[in-house]
């Protein structure tokens, strides 16, 4: 008997601050990139490949820190060709299309810390902003037959 487990894939971004009373912003950034890797299936069900970043950075409010490097590059070469003919020797050539593929990704991540004081202003201002944030994203990840 197999079992298949359905795990997510994409990206997966996790941010920890951290202040202390001067101001000073500790902050853990992981970043996890994952995507179906067909070179890998089992019984038909694809694989995942997964690449991950972790870091500390320390600013003050309002400093950016820039992550980068989860590098990606996908070759591919698809040979279609005319079933017998594209077998024969040199003459086969003939009957054979090549297709090439060089896919390059690369992530990178701008964290810009900011403190935020509960009795101010600007937390009802930060809230709304999030929200906004929140449901413009949440459009970009609905599944869309067209695409």
Known sequence: MTNVSFREYGI?????????DSGYIQTRVDV???SIDQSVTVLGVPGLLKRTAATEMNVYDGETMVIAGLF???DAKIVDKVPG????????ELFKSREFRNKETELVVLVTPTIIR????????????FNRLSTESEAFRKFDLMD
């Not at 509960?118 to 902003?129: F, L, M």
């Open 12 to 20: 997966n971004l996790e941010v920890s601050p951290l202040v202390d």
């Open 32 to 34: 996890g990139v994952s």
């Open 72 to 74: 990606s590059q996908e």
């Open 85 to 92: 003919l594209g077998d024969l020797p040199i003459l086969g």
């Open 118 to 129: 509960g009795d101010d202003d600007t937390v009802t201002a930060s809230e709304s902003k």
